[in-house]
């Protein structure tokens, strides 16, 4: 398998713009988290789907960002409108069991999006 | 509720010399507990994780931690350091519901000198 692919690996957007990031699981995992990368902040978890239905997504910072997954393979990260205090590195994550006791079989990370908004 | 502390966010130890990363993490419940490596510009990769059992575990690349459920600590080490260990170290804990997050600590930084 290829691991958990992200695309961009480099997004680089103005304030106000739309910015879609991109995820592909492995195959098989059932569960798909979206986490952000700051200095600031460390890693935050912003949503987590569970057999493509979300299931916790209290920490997506606010309206501007959605997230979807339409099928097994796919997830998007929306944010819209961008701002500066949204440059970070995204990743997302897989997992076969999701999270609680599932935990235990490890989380597969992509390589991340880094984000720059001026 | 969990959390995750880790002493020193960078550490640095020469070629060959013992690796010691430390982990002290608080949960009101029996935790699972993870030490994953981020290499640059990487994603974050499992490096060992405990359960239940046996409290020393042995992970990828030379690398293990012990949990001391008195100190509530799971502290990394690794015997030689290698200057391919050169990474970011996180730190993590998990309860065992669904409904618990993996919490992830601030991570160590760890230079290799030569």
């Known amino acids: 398998d290829a691991g958990v692919i992200q695309s961009p690996r480099h997004e680089v957007t103005e304030m106000g713009q739309e910015v879609t990031l991109r995820c592909k699981p492995i195959?098989?995992?059932?569960?798909l988290f979206w986490y952000r990368q700051t200095m600031m902040r460390g890693l935050e978890l912003l949503i987590y789907?569970?057999?493509?239905?979300?299931?916790?997504d209290s920490g997506m910072p606010e309206d501007r960002f959605s997230a979807k997954m339409p099928n097994a393979s796919f997830s998007t990260l929306k944010i819209q409108p961008s701002e500066p205090r949204d440059s970070a590195v995204y990743f997302c994550?897989?997992?076969?069991?999701?999270?609680?006791?599932?935990?235990?079989?490890?989380?597969?990370f992509g390589s991340g999006t880094r984000l720059t908004v001026v | 509720a969990q959390s995750v502390t880790q002493l020193g966010s960078h550490v640095s130890v020469s070629e060959g010399a013992l690796v010691l990363l430390r982990c002290n993490y608080s949960?009101?419940?029996?935790?699972?507990l993870f030490w994953y490596v981020q290499y640059p510009n990487q994603g974050l990769q499992l490096l060992l994780k405990?359960?239940?059992?046996?409290?020393l575990v042995k992970g990828i690349n030379g690398f293990e931690a012990e949990f001391k459920k008195s100190e509530t600590s799971f502290h990394l080490t690794k015997p030689s350091a290698h200057m391919s260990d050169a990474a970011e170290y996180f730190c993590?804990?998990?309860?065992?519901?669904?409904?618990?997050?993996?919490?992830f600590g601030p991570g160590t930084s760890l230079s290799v000198i030569p």
């Open positions: 949960s009101s419940v029996p935790p699972y």
């Open positions: 195959s098989g995992h059932n569960s």
């Open positions: 405990y359960t239940t059992g046996a409290t």
């Open positions: 994550a897989s997992s076969p069991r999701g999270q609680g006791a599932g935990a235990n079989y490890g989380y597969t």
């Open positions: 789907f569970n057999n493509n239905v979300p299931i916790d």
């Open positions: 993590a804990v998990s309860g065992q519901t669904s409904y618990d997050k993996v919490i």
